[in-house]
């Protein structure tokens, strides 16, 4: 699988050590260019990003439709191809043209260039969940996905609605659905970028390794001893260990970001930032502490404050070796080495809905969403999903 995990931070640098940088100092930075990818909103937790495509279920006046739509690497639209059930998720193999697609307890495969379905598997005893997550393993054999539906648990002052999570690893060859349900940690993140049918839950302040194939091999890591603390969890970029953050990084007493062995459950390290990026690459970590404006580096190795960036981190670029941070709807690029500022652009900020950012196809690209579709009633927002790429 080709796909580049996303850290879920933004970062606006300084070039001094705790120095807020000032827009002209250090170098000439570049101003990055916009390319539409497409008027209508896609939410881009089901985009999924390859060298030479995007793949993402279509949306139309807010709502899901039955078609999928393949994006060339500049954002321009390839086709949009049809499944006669509504697209939930998708997932592109990683060794040929293959497309799983996740429906409503279904997941079906599509050939993405002749728009033919190829082979489906349907979970009739589930129909109501919903396909929240999917992906092909590295060898394109299988597919692992994650269903999940609403029901109602009654609760003081009325009705409530709780998450219940089961996922699956389908053997396309074999034929063969391996099932594990996730018990109460309903927050799956992810599935490891090394290890087949390998995934992680996130309940409060746990963390969850699961295995669809062999339960014996799970473990939970209680990331933080203070339950009230919620922390959110991911795989390092090869799978071998597990990184978990605070939540709420401006809360007192939030805990520090933690590797962990993914083998083991083992702690590793903890590091003096509460959430925030790793990069093995320039051997920094670049995060958000309690108290501190901005966002903080260190060096991985002296664990000494290096510098303090403007702005939230939002994601690593360049091979870990650039940081991409956003302060209202400036978005900076910094080089992690240097502590330069060495490009930005502006999108708009829509007043409704969550900007979201992704990885573009080249390492020097990022795909934003600025909104949620305006309602038909409502004031005409700026929304869109927009690809943004170095000059």
């Known amino acids: 699988m080709m796909k580049k995990f996303l ?3 933004l970062i606006v640098g300084s070039l001094f050590i705790g120095v807020r940088a000032q827009d002209g100092a250090g170098p000439t930075t570049k101003t990055w260019r916009p390319v539409a990818l497409k008027d209508a909103f896609i939410g881009l937790s089901e985009v999924d990003v390859h060298d030479d495509v995007i793949l993402a279920p279509e949306m139309r006046d807010g709502q899901r439709t039955d078609r999928f739509l393949v994006f060339n690497a500049d954002g321009s639209l390839r086709k949009a191809i049809p499944t006669g059930a509504e697209v939930q998720a998708v997932e592109k193999n990683p060794l040929n043209d ?26 009739t005893s589930l129909p109501s969940l919903e396909m929240s997550l999917c992906c092909w393993n590295p060898e394109g054999t299988e597919i692992d996905y994650l269903l999940s539906t609403f029901v109602p648990v009654a609760a003081e002052g009325g009705e409530q609605a709780e998450s219940e999570s089961t996922v699956f690893t389908w053997n396309l060859a074999q ?4 099932r594990d349900m996730a018990e109460e940690f ?16 996130v309940d409060k302040n746990k963390v969850k390794v699961g295995h669809t194939k062999d339960r014996s091999k799970d473990f939970v890591i209680t990331a933080s001893p203070n ?14 260990q597990i990184h978990t953050f605070a939540v709420e990084p401006d809360k007192e007493g939030a805990p520090n970001i933690t590797i962990w062995d993914a083998a083991t459950g083992n702690q590793v390290r903890e590091l003096p930032v509460a959430s925030g990026f790793i990069s093995e690459v320039t051997r920094k970590v670049a995060g958000k502490n309690p108290g501190e404006e901005g966002t903080v580096v260190f060096d991985l190795t002296s664990g000494e404050k290096v510098g303090t960036l403007i702005g939230e981190s939002r994601m690593l670029l360049e091979d870990e ?10 978005f900076m ?3 992690l080495n240097t502590s330069n500022l060495v490009g930005s652009f502006e ?7 969550t900007q979201a950012v992704e990885h573009g196809p080249a390492e020097s690209s990022v795909i934003v969403t600025t909104g949620a579709p305006a309602q038909p009633d409502a004031e005409p927002q700026e929304a869109g999903v927009v690809l943004w790429s170095a000059p």
């Open 186 to 201: 309903d927050g799956l993140r992810d599935w490891s970028p090394s290890s087949v049918s390998t995934y992680l839950v």
């Open 7 to 9: 850290p879920l931070a």
């Open 333 to 335: 690029v910094w080089d």
């Open 175 to 178: 034929k063969k659905v391996y």
């Open 347 to 353: 999108a708009p900020v829509a007043e409704v809905g």
């Open 321 to 330: 070796s650039a940081l991409l941070t956003q302060e209202g709807n400036r």
């Open 98 to 123: 293959l497309v799983a697609v996740g429906h409503a307890g279904a997941i079906s495969v599509f050939d993405m260039n002749t728009g033919k379905k190829v082979n489906e598997l349907k979970n």
């Open 227 to 240: 339950s009230t603390h919620e922390v959110n969890a991911m795989w390092s970029a090869d799978g071998t």
